[in-house]
């Protein structure tokens, strides 16, 4: 998906309902400024327990806070709202929570408010699409106002960056008894709440009451701008200020333009192309494997303009559990075996629809596949449908092959393969529904080690037994990208894609 970014200078009484100011004014406040995002679709929702995708994280991750963080050079967790950590044993996680610090509400963070937000977000009647960030979790206890126990049935190495992860950010749990947090956010983040315009703009200010130093930012607007190309043409104009994922389409005419600097790095991002292996004949192996060596990655790849990786693992190289191994581990591109395959096994002719996202990179995959598998001897259409509704439709398994991504908040192999193609997470984040006992294991294995070289030994197992299986069929892994006025100070966005406005500020 495209979002970008638009700075714009603070003015006084001539502050536009939109959040865009006139270029260049000055803030009451010194050094203080606003900020209008656009991106081109709206957010799913605002809760970190009741969502699951990108758009909707670029929000919650300015409101909300999680226990832990990841440092954006080392990917390592470091404390955030936790103060400090012990394992008194390998199943024993205790927390000691930072103090006097208060939600947005006024209502106060401490270890009952822990509680309850990981309570809701096991809770099997309120489905969350990442409750399998705790699933190992057994019990989770107040042992004193500002220490919250959790116990694991087994050990869990993955915890602490399972605990950084934006969807085990904790809520208010005052605000989530009495209202729709997915509508209003209530956090203890640098960021607050003021308004979302559904289709149109999400509004946020400034926490003057933030338990750190207040941000420089006063205000954020996140504004809906359905076609890419007149956001774009708002950074040629001088209009907007950052860019971030830049669509490949548009890298050569922003590395181009005066004033912007543009960065490219290694993300932790992974693209797939994937079976619904509950239908057929998308459940047998040999038309996948069919599939596999008709359609080439490499195709698509090569439109990126170096935006995109090419590599048959899942597993990418800046997530924790990759083996060079498995880059080349996958079918490789082979269009006259893979119709012979077609052939030999019946599937001339067979009717596909390939469901597709309405983001520019995902209708780009769409149209690459349909023509390399009509290639093939396959009967392809493509479908598209808007973000959330999209989702929903992948969710609940009503496709025949579809086109995801996985941006891999946590950078860990293990909360990669477990909710996308763990059994446990059919229904939830395993949109393809692949149910493989002896891949569970493995996955299984590799979380319940504490021991991080056994980790990435089970890891690389299941990587290379996903490839083979053919779940999925990788098309690229990802490269995090900013198009940024030299002006700005201060933006971090790691190999995750992630960033936060909060350390922001201009020259």
Request: charged content about 25%; aromatic content about 10%.
């Amino acid at each position: 998906m495209t979002v970008l970014l638009l700075f714009v200078g603070c003015s006084n009484s001539e502050s536009s309902s939109d959040g865009n100011n006139g270029e260049g004014a000055e803030s009451d406040n010194e050094g203080a400024f606003e900020v209008t995002y656009a991106t081109t679709s709206d957010a799913a929702g605002l809760s970190p327990i009741d969502t699951n995708d990108s758009v909707s994280s670029n929000v919650t991750y300015q409101v909300y806070e999680t226990l832990f963080k990841q440092n954006p050079d080392t990917l390592e967790p470091e404390p955030l709202l936790a103060d400090s950590y012990e394992n008194p044993d390998e199943n024993t996680w205790v927390i000691k929570l930072k103090e006097d610090i208060e939600f947005h509400d006024g209502t106060p963070f401490n270890a009952e408010a822990v509680k309850y937000t990981f309570d809701q977000l096991k809770d099997p009647e309120r489905a969350a699409p990442r409750a399998s960030l705790l699933a190992p979790v057994e019990s989770i206890e107040v042992q004193d106002e500002y220490t919250v126990v959790l116990k694991t049935k087994e050990p869990y190495g993955p915890m602490l960056a399972a605990l950084s992860h934006t969807n085990a950010a904790i809520v208010s749990p005052e605000a989530d008894k009495e209202g729709d947090i997915n509508k209003e956010p209530v956090g203890t983040g640098p960021f607050v709440f003021e308004s979302w315009e559904e289709g149109n703009q999400i509004t946020l200010k400034r926490n003057e009451n933030y338990w750190q130093e207040p941000a420089a930012i006063e205000k954020v607007t996140y504004k809906i701008v359905p076609e890419t190309s007149t956001a774009i043409s708002m950074l040629e104009t001088g209009e907007v200020q950052f860019i971030d994922q830049i669509p490949s389409d548009h890298i050569n005419r922003i590395e181009s333009l005066q004033g912007i600097e543009v960065q490219k790095t290694e993300g932790t991002r992974v693209s797939y192309l994937g079976f619904n292996m509950e239908k057929e004949p998308f459940n047998d192996l040999k038309f996948r494997q069919a599939v596999a060596y008709g359609v080439n990655q490499e195709a698509y790849v090569s439109q990126l303009n170096d935006l995109g990786v090419y590599s048959e693992s899942i597993i990418g190289p800046k997530v924790f559990g990759y083996d060079e191994e498995a880059k080349s581990a996958g079918y490789e591109f082979n269009p006259e075996k893979a119709k012979q395959m077609i052939k030999e096994n019946g599937y001339e002719g067979q009717e596909i629809t390939l469901l597709a996202a309405n983001r520019d990179n995902y209708l780009k995959m769409a149209e690459i596949v349909q023509s390399q598998l009509s290639d093939m001897g396959l009967n392809v259409s493509i479908e598209t449908m808007e973000w959330a509704s999209f989702l929903d439709v992948a969710r609940k398994g009503d496709f025949d092959m579809t086109f995801l991504g996985w941006a891999n908040s946590t950078a860990d192999g293990s909360e990669l393969l477990y909710p996308n193609l763990h059994s446990d997470n059919i229904g939830a984040s395993n949109r393809v529904r692949f149910d493989n006992s002896e891949f569970n294991q493995l996955v299984d294995e590799s979380r319940t080690s504490v021991d991080q070289e056994v980790r990435k030994e089970k890891l690389h197992e299941a990587n290379l037994l996903a490839i083979e299986t053919a779940p999925w069929v990788v098309m690229s892994h990802g490269v995090v990208t900013l198009g940024y006025d030299e002006s700005i100070e201060g933006l971090v966005v790691d190999p995750t894609g992630m960033w936060s406005l909060y350390p922001v500020t201009r020259k």
